[in-house]
């Protein structure tokens, strides 16, 4: 089984940085698409960042765009989502999740993604 824990949340005021992980037990030296979502009170959740962790390739929401950065280092099996000039409206808890490897052959915003943490909440205050 694939456990996937999330760790640094916390509250900010605007501008501010914050920087999720998330350990992925079990990861493998095969590539697999891997993400971060959040979902806000009242809200839908949504895809913020992905990357392949077998390539340089990222992708991110418009919204967050030029402000998080994903990344993943395959010796510590973390996956990071470096969060800069931070807003109120970033507001949510914040999900890490994986694609199997079998399955990660796609564009990884729109595939499947089986496994996720528990989620670590992110409070910005204007």
């Known amino acids: 089984q694939v456990r996937l824990v999330e760790s640094g949340g916390g509250s900010v005021q605007t501008g501010g940085s914050l920087r999720l992980s998330c350990e992925v037990s079990?990861?493998?030296?095969?590539?697999?698409?891997a993400g971060w979502f959040r979902q806000a009170p009242g809200k839908e959740r949504e895809g913020v960042a992905f990357k392949y962790t077998g390539s340089y390739s990222t992708y991110y929401a418009d919204s967050v765009k030029g402000r998080f950065t994903i990344s993943h280092d395959n010796r510590a099996k973390t996956l990071y989502l470096q969060m800069d000039n931070l807003k109120p409206e970033d507001t949510a808890t914040y999900y890490c999740a994986a694609v199997h490897p079998l399955n990660s052959g796609g564009y990884c915003p729109t595939l499947t993604y089986e496994y996720w943490g528990q989620g670590t909440q992110v409070t910005v205050s204007s």
């Open positions: 079990r990861d493998t030296y095969s590539s697999y698409c």
